[in-house]
């Protein structure tokens, strides 16, 4: 018994879960443990499970029986798709955030015009996580708005702010002196009311996402990110009409999918080069120099960065580069721009798949050329990068590739050009996404091994799936 005294609660009440109801009886009847017979670690409502009548009437009835024999809640979730009253169901959750000492709470209202938080939610001293989804609605941010134990942050699916003026994203944030995670799933920016700020001295980590469908904006947007202190940041979005401000002196990983707009409009193609974009991504791009870790989560984000290569600064700390390629055909042609103001990078992988033309899809040699010349097997590299120059002064020394084809004719070609002029690689990982045959795999093995090499330190490991 003294030996379970000086265990943490959270601990104890796990333990006392695997007894037998007469062996934990005899446990919570002393002094030390009657208190934890009344902290619920995990109260849930979700209306997609099976329950009598209708969900409020439900939910206050077990509220209410709850609340009565019940001290102290660690987490908290409520979750409708029918939607509830709020007249009704705010009490409740005014009592479980100001006298019950939750600390995680998670949110999902559906609503005819939304529903609206109790303004307790702003005040609670203890909540440390804090999710709100589906179609709450937050227009108001009390002035004595104060999360002080606050560290993660989500919206989720949908959440709206409204109130352009106060702005009640900013706000929001600024009740939260030591948040350290924030996550909006979602972000539709184009109906939000607000001042296109995100704002917070102690965010470290962001995470900013949105379904990448069909895009027409009513109105000019321009958004600030004022996050001194952030070290991760994985953004996807349509790029705005501009950043305002970009403050990334502590970013240290990036994950970036990027998409340009022509007249605020975006309809699943890419832009073409006499287009006019009203996206300017110029202040994001410089903003990202401290970077460490980069991936570029599609061809989208390549295209934004070569319309925008003049914005690439040098990436002095920049050493692993991700590439994730799920369009064969569309050309690389950012990658040189971006290579020659990487002096350092080490590591470069290539998800997905090379880009490579086909050898039906090449240009036809030009038969008026010298005979050694017409002998030549079609070049099978797009020409945006035939010259590969930027690779003769590339410093990477570890290359990883998919062959996502399964070793074509143009995606060993793409590889060759890399072996020949990378000059400090040591390492050639390649591997196949799909099962290929036996006499593929000998041919594959064969070339990789016989392509000539600018590093004669550089290793080659070969996967089949």
């Not at 104890?12 to 443990?33: G, H, Q, Y």
């Not at 009740?175 to 001042?195: F, H, I, N, Q, Y």
């Not at 992988?349 to 090449?362: F, K, M, N, S, T």
Request: hydrophobic share 40%; charged share 25%.
């Amino acid at each position: 018994m003294d030996r379970i005294s000086g265990l943490p609660d959270e601990l104890i009440m796990l333990i006392l879960s695997f007894l037998d109801a007469k062996d934990a009886a005899s446990l919570v009847t002393s002094r030390r443990f009657r208190n934890l017979y009344t902290i619920i670690p995990d109260l849930e409502f979700d209306d997609t499970s099976k329950f009598q009548g209708n969900f409020t009437d439900f939910m206050s009835e077990a509220l209410a029986a709850r609340l009565k024999t019940t001290t102290r809640i660690r987490r908290f979730s409520l979750k409708s798709k029918r939607g509830l009253d709020p007249d009704r169901i705010n009490p409740w959750l005014r009592d479980v955030l100001n006298h019950r000492g939750v600390m995680d709470l998670e949110m999902g209202i559906y609503g005819d015009n939304g529903y609206t938080l109790p303004l307790e939610i702003f005040t609670c001293k203890t909540l440390k996580n804090l999710k709100l989804g589906r179609e709450i609605v937050i227009s108001l941010v009390p002035e004595n708005a104060l999360l002080p134990s606050l560290e993660t942050l989500v919206f989720d699916d949908c959440v709206r702010f409204c109130n352009p003026v106060d702005c009640a994203f900013k706000a929001f944030l600024s009740a939260c002196p030591v948040l350290k995670e924030l996550t909006v799933d979602g972000m539709c920016w184009e109906t939000w009311e607000w001042s296109g700020i995100v704002s917070s001295q102690s965010l470290q980590r962001l995470t900013i996402g949105r379904e990448l469908v069909d895009f027409e904006g009513p109105k000019p947007q321009y958004i600030t990110f004022d996050t001194p202190s952030l070290a991760y940041l994985e953004y996807g979005d349509f790029v705005p009409d501009g950043y305002t401000t970009v403050s990334f002196g502590s970013l240290v990983e990036a994950k970036l999918n990027l998409l340009v707009m022509v007249n605020r409009q975006w309809h699943g193609r890419f832009a073409n080069d006499g287009d006019v974009l009203s996206s300017n991504a110029t202040n994001l791009i410089q903003g990202i120099r401290n970077v460490q870790i980069l991936k570029l989560s599609s061809p989208y984000t390549f295209e934004t960065l070569y319309f925008f290569r003049d914005a690439i600064p040098v990436l002095e700390k920049l050493h692993h580069l991700t590439m994730i390629n799920d369009d064969m055909g569309f050309c690389w042609r950012f990658l040189p721009f971006l290579l020659n103001k990487a002096p350092n990078l080490k590591t470069l992988v290539i998800e997905g798949g090379v880009h490579c033309l086909e050898p039906e899809d090449a240009e036809e040699p030009d038969f008026a050329e010298e005979a050694d010349n017409v002998e030549e097997e079609p070049d099978c590299v797009c020409e945006c990068l035939s010259g590969y120059t930027c690779l003769l002064t590339c410093s990477v020394e570890v290359l990883e590739i998919t062959l996502w084809f399964g070793g074509t004719t143009g995606e060993l070609q793409q590889v060759k050009h890399f072996l020949g002029k990378l000059p400090r690689l040591e390492l050639l990982k390649v591997r196949t996404w799909r099962r290929i045959s036996d006499s593929d795999k000998l041919r594959i093995h064969m070339d990789l091994h016989m392509f000539p090499r600018a590093s004669s330190n550089c290793r080659v490991q070969l996967s089949f799936v």
